[in-house]
């Protein structure tokens, strides 16, 4: 048995204004609530509405055939709450069919794991705090941001109770001639680990629409062939796991609707389930499901999602992006003795790691998605209104 | 006395020091009754006939052609900035942006005609090297030939004793004028070519200042500095120079009481970030001080072919929140800057002047001016050090914010001594050496 396992990063930041070394001391609100307003009612319209009314029908359609799994960030919570209630209503709607997993992560979509342990940990506390008050829904995988992996996030994860798998990217320096379609154990094998399955999770998010693509169009018969392919290899009856991990927004917002990717979404699952050998799973029964000894892996260095290189270069290559989150994981520590709420909240907005992706510098076909994202001109404009609201805090500070 | 002058900047179109020198030299010259036709970069051929002190600030304006200036006339503008979109002045002028790619030359300045303009050998001579050199695909050469161009209208059709320009982007102009005419022409250096390249610079605009550095009746350089610098570099004769220092007067409605940005010593870059000015240095001296003192504070305000570099670099010496950029800055934010700002440095490498450490000097700030500068010929409350001795700069600095009285002390007697410094009497020296070269130019043509 195969069985496809979706999920879907669901995630908005609180961007900054355009702050100025003038605006320093001026007690002015750092993020744009303009701009974040426009940006999340528009992405709610275009995506989030009709994917969770269509997700909704397709899951009551098939009784609990068709599930899927979400990770759904604090910051864009707060951002439904404030421009688009009527999201947030959807998503509950959703998990309340009891065929949605919510998965675990930072509240801010943060990379507090590389910088400071104890920030993580309360970071991810306060995330599983929310899903509980908010979808009355306790949080058993784990996904850390952008998918970022390697064997100390596990020895971590471990120690927080209840989190018994990890999600995170099939990235090929680490399966080398192993396939993602297995369950595995991390390296001191505390920990199931699900490995996204990279080639056809980015036909879908990044290739769907591509007219350049050999491939193109692609049809759900087609895409389900492949699918149905990789059965083949699987002689001993092991349960296999397909895990198409990609951001929510492919959905009429990276890929528009007049690309056909919601006829696409509609289609696939009765496809999917048409055939006896396929099905769907949440990551959390996967660990049920795998029926075999699992593989130990380790992940000496870190892994992410993100970019070809599937490393943190998207965030931590140059020095902007080095000296920016350096100064603020000092900033954080003077905060928390300071022991003031409301700078505390402020300096974790400023942790989201979109901020340090904004700043990056790589180019090539890479820079074009940076940009895309980007909010800003330039990455050196992007860091030098970070690091204006950075001189602004530690003035409040003092 | 009635004077055609040429610059390439005049508030409100400025880049830099040359607009906001040229505007306070012509109030004070207006204040002694010389009447200026002023001749701009426009979009439109117009130039400026001021007459009275205020014409410096509205900047009435006549179109050369009868018919445009007819229905200028008619035009009603609710505004000054609305007036001067319509003649074609807004932004920023890029007059001290490197002329870098050179590309295939071709020669636009229409020399035939030019050169059936000039007489004697050594006009040709002089003629020859402006037209070879005033040439290049470059927005801004394609500009100032434009400008030169249009100098022959100018030249022709208004009525004047003497011909001034400034800097290497209108001399063509400031020759084509004085051949045209038969007046006398008074070249005014605000900066050569030396200055900004920090290194050999562009052979073109050497060729085009040396040119018009010979032709000219006389020269003025803004400084001793300025003066030996074209003496040694070009060699001109030196009984053509007259040095006459800037000066700086505050603006009525400048304030100049501190308001504070940071709550540690802030320590401020102002100006260009090219090359020239030594931002590098500032960079430096501020690695070399957060060591010591990391409540401090360096800000460096302006824009420049230099920035993306020194933004990068500070990035890299990990100086976190405390090396900080403010990007390009209006009048009204550069005060506020200067208000928010306990030290001033200027670090350039080669600073003909620098009227910006007298501004800053106004408000207060304790400065610290590279030695290889103009204006440190002319204040005494000032620490001068040489560019290049970081070293001695960031100790500076480190004593200035252990002694914060002592620093305070300082920028006080150098605002007192700043204040003192007056246009009137630049105004004053300038008119001496426009009767002068008149009574010579006369003399030696009868």
Request: include cysteine; hydrophobic fraction near 40%.
């Given at each position: 048995?195969?069985?496809?396992?979706?999920?879907?990063?669901?995630?908005?930041?609180?961007r900054?204004?355009?702050?100025?070394?003038?605006?320093?001391g001026?007690?002015?609100?750092y993020?744009d609530?303009h701009?974040?307003?426009?940006?999340?009612?528009?992405?709610a319209e275009?995506?989030?509405?009709p994917?969770?009314k269509?997700?909704?029908?397709?899951?009551?359609?098939?009784?609990?055939?068709?599930k899927?799994?979400?990770?759904i960030?604090?910051?864009?919570?707060?951002?439904?709450?404030?421009?688009?209630?009527?999201t947030?209503?959807?998503?509950k709607a959703?998990?309340d069919?009891?065929c949605?997993?919510l998965?675990?992560?930072t509240?801010?979509?943060?990379?507090?794991f590389?910088?400071?342990?104890?920030?993580f940990l309360?970071?991810v506390?306060?995330?599983?705090?929310?899903?509980?008050s908010?979808f009355g829904?306790?949080?058993q995988?784990f996904?850390?941001?952008?998918?970022?992996y390697q064997?100390?996030l596990?020895?971590l994860?471990?120690?927080?109770?209840g989190f018994?798998t990890?999600?995170t990217?099939?990235?090929?320096r680490?399966?080398q001639?192993?396939?993602?379609?297995?369950?595995?154990?991390?390296y001191?094998?505390d920990?199931?680990l699900?490995l996204?399955?990279?080639?056809?999770?980015?036909?879908?998010?990044?290739?769907?629409?591509?007219?350049?693509?050999?491939?193109?169009?692609?049809?759900?018969?087609?895409?389900?062939?492949?699918i149905?392919?990789?059965?083949?290899?699987?002689?001993?009856?092991?349960?296999?796991?397909?895990n198409?991990?990609?951001?929510?927004e492919t959905?009429g917002?990276?890929?528009w609707?007049?690309?056909g990717?919601?006829?696409?979404?509609?289609?696939?699952p009765a496809e999917?389930?048409?055939?006896q050998?396929?099905?769907?799973?949440?990551?959390?029964e996967t660990q049920e499901?795998?029926?075999y000894?699992?593989?130990a892996?380790?992940?000496?260095?870190?892994?992410s999602w993100?970019?070809a290189?599937?490393d943190?270069?998207?965030?931590?290559s140059?020095?902007m992006?080095?000296?920016a989150?350096?100064?603020?994981?000092?900033?954080?520590?003077?905060?928390k003795?300071?022991g003031d709420?409301?700078?505390?909240?402020?300096?974790?907005?400023l942790?989201t790691?979109d901020?340090?992706?904004?700043?990056?510098?790589k180019?090539?076909t890479?820079?074009?998605v940076?940009?895309?994202?980007s909010?800003?001109?330039?990455?050196d404009?992007?860091?030098?209104?970070?690091?204006?609201?950075?001189a602004?805090?530690e003035?409040?500070?003092s | 006395?009635?004077i055609?002058?040429?610059?390439?900047?005049?508030p409100?179109?400025?880049s830099?020091?040359l607009?906001?020198a040229?505007y306070?030299?012509?109030?004070a010259?207006?204040?002694?009754?010389?009447?200026?036709d002023?001749?701009?970069p426009?979009?439109?051929?117009?130039?400026?006939p001021l007459?009275?002190v205020?014409d410096a600030?509205?900047?009435?304006?006549?179109f050369v052609?009868?018919?445009?200036h007819?229905?200028?006339?008619?035009?009603?503008?609710?505004?000054?900035?609305e007036r001067l979109?319509?003649?074609?002045i807004?932004?920023?002028?890029?007059?001290?942006l490197r002329?870098s790619e050179?590309r295939?030359?071709?020669?636009?300045v229409?020399?035939e005609?030019?050169?059936?303009?000039?007489?004697?050998?050594q006009?040709?001579?002089?003629?020859?090297?402006v037209?070879?050199?005033?040439?290049?695909?470059?927005?801004?050469?394609?500009?100032?030939?434009e400008?030169?161009?249009?100098a022959e209208?100018?030249?022709?059709s208004?009525?004047y004793?003497?011909i001034?320009?400034?800097?290497?982007?209108?001399y063509p102009?400031?020759?084509?004028?004085?051949?045209?005419?038969?007046?006398p022409?008074?070249?005014?250096?605000?900066?050569?070519?030396f200055?900004?390249?920090?290194?050999p610079?562009?052979?073109?605009?050497?060729?085009?200042?040396?040119a018009?550095?010979?032709?000219a009746?006389r020269?003025?350089?803004?400084?001793q500095y300025?003066?030996?610098?074209?003496?040694?570099?070009y060699r001109?004769?030196t009984?053509?120079i007259?040095?006459?220092?800037?000066a700086?007067?505050?603006s009525?409605?400048?304030?100049?009481?501190?308001?504070r940005i940071?709550?540690?010593?802030t320590?401020l870059?102002l100006?260009r970030?090219?090359?020239?000015?030594?931002?590098?240095y500032?960079?430096e001296?501020a690695a070399?001080?957060?060591?010591e003192h990391?409540?401090?504070?360096f800000?460096?305000?302006?824009?420049?072919?230099?920035?993306?570099?020194?933004?990068?670099?500070?990035a890299?010496?990990?100086?976190q929140?405390r090396?900080?950029?403010t990007?390009f800055?209006?009048?009204r934010q550069?005060?506020?800057?200067l208000r928010?700002?306990?030290?001033?440095m200027l670090?350039?490498v080669?600073?003909?002047?620098?009227?910006?450490?007298?501004?800053?000097?106004?408000?207060?700030?304790?400065?610290?001016?590279?030695?290889?500068?103009?204006?440190?010929?002319?204040v005494?409350h000032a620490?001068?050090?040489?560019?290049w001795?970081?070293?001695?700069m960031a100790?500076?600095?480190?004593?200035?914010?252990?002694?914060?009285?002592?620093c305070?002390k300082?920028?006080?007697?150098?605002?007192?001594?700043?204040?003192?410094?007056?246009?009137?009497e630049?105004a004053?020296k300038?008119?001496v050496?426009?009767?002068?070269?008149?009574?010579?130019?006369?003399?030696?043509?009868?």
């Open positions: 048995m195969l069985n496809v396992v979706f999920y879907f990063q669901v995630h908005q930041p609180h900054l204004k355009h702050l100025n070394v003038l605006d320093v001026k007690n002015i609100d993020f609530d701009l974040n307003g426009q940006v999340m009612r528009k992405v275009k995506c989030y509405l994917t969770n269509l997700l909704l029908e397709l899951i009551r359609n098939n009784q609990g055939r068709f899927v799994a979400y990770s960030t604090g910051t864009a919570i707060e951002q439904f709450k404030a421009y688009s209630p009527e947030l209503d959807s998503f959703l998990v069919t009891g949605v997993e998965l675990g992560e509240y801010y979509h943060s990379l507090a590389l910088y400071d342990t104890n920030e309360d970071q506390a306060q995330h599983r705090e929310l899903m509980q908010e829904y306790y949080t995988t996904r850390n941001t952008e998918l970022i064997d100390s596990a020895d994860v471990y120690e927080i109770e018994k990890i999600i990217e099939g990235a090929e680490i399966l001639w192993r396939t993602p379609l297995y369950a595995y154990k991390n001191s094998k920990i199931n699900l996204k399955y990279y080639q056809l999770s980015d036909d879908i998010a990044f290739r769907f629409s591509n007219r350049d693509w050999p491939e193109y169009p692609l049809t759900v018969d087609k895409f389900v062939n492949w149905d392919h990789l059965t083949l290899a699987e002689k001993e009856g092991r349960n296999q796991f397909l198409l991990f990609m951001d929510y959905f917002e990276h890929q609707a007049d690309s990717i919601f006829e696409f979404m509609q289609h696939f999917v389930l048409k055939r050998h396929l099905g769907f799973a949440t990551p959390k499901l795998a029926n000894q699992q593989e892996l380790s992940f000496p260095s870190p892994v993100a970019d290189e599937r943190l270069s998207a965030w931590l140059n020095d992006q080095h000296n989150i350096e100064t603020l994981y000092r900033l954080m520590d003077r905060v003795q300071k709420a409301q700078l505390l909240e402020i300096a974790r907005k942790s790691s901020h340090f992706y904004y700043m990056c510098t180019y090539f890479d820079g074009d940076h940009k895309y994202f909010p800003y001109d330039s990455p404009q992007a860091y030098i209104y970070y690091m204006n609201a950075m602004d805090l003035e409040r500070l | 006395m009635k055609l002058m040429f610059t390439w900047e005049f409100p179109l400025i830099g020091g607009g906001m040229c306070g030299m012509v109030r010259l207006l204040a002694l009754g010389i009447k200026i002023l001749v701009l426009t979009k439109e051929m117009v130039y400026f007459r009275e205020s600030d509205t900047l009435p304006a006549v052609d009868p018919v445009l007819k229905e200028y006339i008619r035009q009603s503008f609710s505004t000054l900035h979109e319509y003649i074609g807004s932004g920023q002028p890029e007059s001290y002329l050179l295939e030359f071709t020669a636009a229409e020399k005609k030019w050169e059936s303009q000039f007489s004697t050998v006009e040709r001579e002089v003629f020859a090297d037209s070879a050199h005033l040439t290049g695909d470059e927005d801004l050469i394609k500009k100032v030939q400008y030169t161009l249009r209208r100018f030249a022709r208004l009525d004793n003497l001034h320009a400034h800097d290497w982007l209108t102009a400031g020759i084509l004028a004085k051949k045209i005419s038969q007046k022409l008074v070249l005014h250096i605000h900066a050569t070519e200055d900004r390249a920090g290194g610079g562009d052979e073109r605009i050497h060729k085009i200042e040396h018009g550095l010979m032709y009746d020269v003025i350089a803004v400084s300025t003066a030996q610098m074209i003496m040694s570099r001109i004769d009984g053509k007259r040095i006459v220092h800037n700086f007067s505050l009525e409605e400048s304030v100049t009481a501190k308001k940071f709550k540690g010593t320590v870059f100006g970030i090219t090359l020239q000015k030594g931002p590098d500032f960079l001296v070399r001080v957060l060591k990391p409540d401090a504070r800000i460096v305000a302006g824009s420049g072919d230099m920035a993306r570099k020194l933004l990068r670099d500070s890299a010496m990990r100086l929140n090396f900080l950029f990007g800055l209006n009048r550069v005060e506020d800057i928010a700002a306990d030290i001033y670090p350039s080669s600073e003909p002047f620098g009227i910006s450490p007298l501004e800053a000097m106004a408000f207060g700030l304790t400065s610290i001016i590279s030695k290889q500068s103009g204006v440190a010929e002319v005494n620490f001068k050090i040489d560019f001795d970081v070293e001695l100790n500076t600095v480190n004593h200035l914010i252990e002694n914060p009285e002592k305070r300082m920028g006080l007697e150098g605002m007192r001594e700043v204040n003192q410094i007056h246009w009137k630049v004053e300038i008119r050496v426009y009767s002068n070269t008149l009574a010579d130019y006369i003399k030696s043509n009868s």
